[in-house]
């Protein structure tokens, strides 16, 4: 499995009847349009799934998931379930406003600050011709054709990075698995950073999981220019990777003292960790408080 559409998938959210919808999405910053295993495409909220389309043969435009009836009617039982009609489709309206409701339960539900951190950064590192391209959210290494003596730890990785700079014309691309962490607290715990470290390192040791990430990074950024998600000018066709990721830290900070305790932690974990997993690791503090300033 890829993270791949079809050919008639994908021209559908151009010129076909999937096009209206498409353009909400681009429109509004707080959604994220992610292509998935199965020929599916994952509109998402704050990391609450709002729409699942899945491609077939059949029926290639099919809204197979809406936004789960979990987030809304435990806290209002009420509330009539909430869908998208394929009468829909032709009104941006209707759409607009399906996608309003559904963002509301989801916000009542749970509110996500780091995913809309990483959407974030997905919106402001989507262009070919910037340092860095971000190209996915939340991958995960399909295994469930492995047979379990050769499947590794299960993790999600919460951005996929390309270093788009290269010394050498003949030099690879670099591309990171990143783990985001908003304030120094989301360190510790089961899903800290050191637990991310170690899974991060089996899929860097393990081949079949370096393939198929490689294949699904250059497939994401070649359909993501083609729908005009990604911008600039550099041909996707010249993007060749490096064999292996590397593990990037983005650790965003509110005040100079969590920097600080960012810091102190991580050189805490590095004297817990072999020395070689922390080879490599790029770790980017990304600052998220700024102050008002007029120009003159």
Known sequence: MARKLSEEHLNLYLNGPLSKLFQVVQEDPELAFEIRNDNSVKIYYRKKKLLTIKGDKKSPNKLSEFISSDYYKKTNPEAKIL????????????????????????????????????QNVMLSNSSLDNRYLAVDMEWAFPQQDISEEERISRTRIDLLIVDLKKEEANQKYDFYITEVKLGAKAIDGPSGIQDHIKKSNEIINNENACNTLRNDIQNIIAQKKYLGIISGNKDPKEIILEDKPKIMLLLAYRSQREKIDFENKIKEISTKLPSHYMNDLKIIYYNMFSKLEEKE
């Open 83 to 118: 869908e998208l009609r394929y009468e829909d489709l032709i009104k941006k309206d209707s759409i607009r406003s399906y996608f309003d409701q559904a963002k509301k339960y989801a916000y009542q539900h749970s509110y996500g600050a780091e995913f809309e951190l990483q």
